[in-house]
């Protein structure tokens, strides 16, 4: 037997979080975009446990203000790209800069000085990320995946999928689907 | 997590020595301070990555074409082993027919790259392929589907 398995990761990390801390008896408030506040002393023994435990599950405890700053703006950018039914209208700088409350200059300076992508780049590999599950999903056709993520038609999505991938939406597909056959 | 300021383990298996000094020559350049080692067949590599003491690379090259062991060989007995699900593999051949690009994304490689004749274009294919996947390793991105073919 075979299931298909359709998830929400950040309601799947929320849960975690949630479950870590009660765990360990640290009182807490879950704050949007990855951030908690914490209203009770943590002893270093829980806290390295609650680091530990996280691990397991690739959930980081970020300690450094930027990196901080870019995992803030990188889970902006996943948010907007996964939790909406359609991407918003306005320019994702505008976005950006309105959700963070920064300048997009500052925003795009220090996320390119301390990733190897510009903010576009990862803007785009978010996107087709988005695009490859929906088009696994079987649910959507192209056209509809392409309105979707705000492209301007599928031709425009093809060839973005192509430059990030090397390949067609097709092509992704069937390479998909034979890999799965074989691990059958 | 890899941050920007660590770096990157590279393997690369190719049996044609002037491929693999092209190689480690574009990677020098392009200063990104990744450690690369190098292997002169698919069986020289296998033995490397048999012992359970190595540091995993996030990255291996396969020359499709080797003596002993070819990379679409080495290929499907690295992607059987789970000690390896979290190394990228990236094909690394002349060939660039379709059916050889499909057949090892189908057996689990995440990148292709066609040998570029042109030592600017090499460079600027490692470096692309290495920034994509950094990406899938820093972003948590679905390694599963993650292919590249350039």
Redesign the interface.
């Known amino acids: 037997m075979r299931l298909y398995i359709k998830y929400d990761g950040i309601v799947a990390c929320r849960v975690i979080l949630q479950e870590q801390l009660e765990r360990l008896n640290i009182k807490h408030k879950l704050l949007e975009l990855g951030e908690i506040e914490i209203s009770n002393t943590v002893s270093d023994a829980d806290f390295a446990e609650l680091q530990a435990s996280l691990n397991k599950y690739a959930i980081y405890i970020v300690n450094n203000e930027k990196s901080q700053l870019i995992q803030r703006i990188k889970d902006t950018i996943v948010e907007m790209i996964y939790e909406n039914d359609k991407l918003p209208a306005i320019t994702i700088s505008q976005y950006l800069s309105d959700k963070l409350n920064l300048s997009y200059g500052y925003i795009t300076n220090v996320f390119t000085e301390n990733t190897y992508s510009s903010i576009e780049n990862f803007i785009i590999i978010q996107k087709i990320e988005r695009a490859k599950k929906l088009i696994l999903e079987d649910q959507l056709t192209l056209t509809e995946v392409s309105y979707k993520l705000n492209y301007s038609s599928v031709a425009y999505l093809s060839s973005q999928f192509k430059k990030v991938t090397g390949l067609t939406p097709s092509a992704f597909k069937r390479i998909v689907d034979k890999r799965r056959n074989l691990a059958n | 997590?890899i941050?920007?300021k660590d770096s990157m383990h590279i393997l690369i298996a190719d049996d044609d020595e002037d491929d693999r000094t092209f190689f480690s020559e574009a990677m020098m350049e392009l200063k990104m301070n990744n450690k690369l080692t190098l292997f002169n067949d698919g069986k020289d590599l296998m033995d490397y990555l048999s012992n359970p003491d190595i540091i995993m690379p996030h990255i291996l090259f396969l020359d499709l074409n080797m003596p002993y062991m070819s990379g679409f060989e080495c290929l499907k007995v690295i992607r059987a082993d789970v000690r390896f699900k979290d190394v990228s593999i990236a094909i690394y051949s002349t060939s660039s027919s379709e059916k050889d690009i499909?057949e090892t994304?189908?057996?689990?490689a995440n990148i292709?790259i066609k040998k570029p004749n042109d030592f600017a274009k090499l460079k600027k294919v490692i470096k692309d392929v290495?920034?994509?996947n950094?990406?899938f390793h820093?972003?948590?991105?679905?390694k599963?589907?993650f292919?590249?073919?350039?």
């Open positions: 997590m941050s920007h499909e994304f189908v057996e689990g292709y290495l920034n994509i950094w990406q820093s972003s948590g991105l679905n599963e589907t292919f590249f073919s350039i």
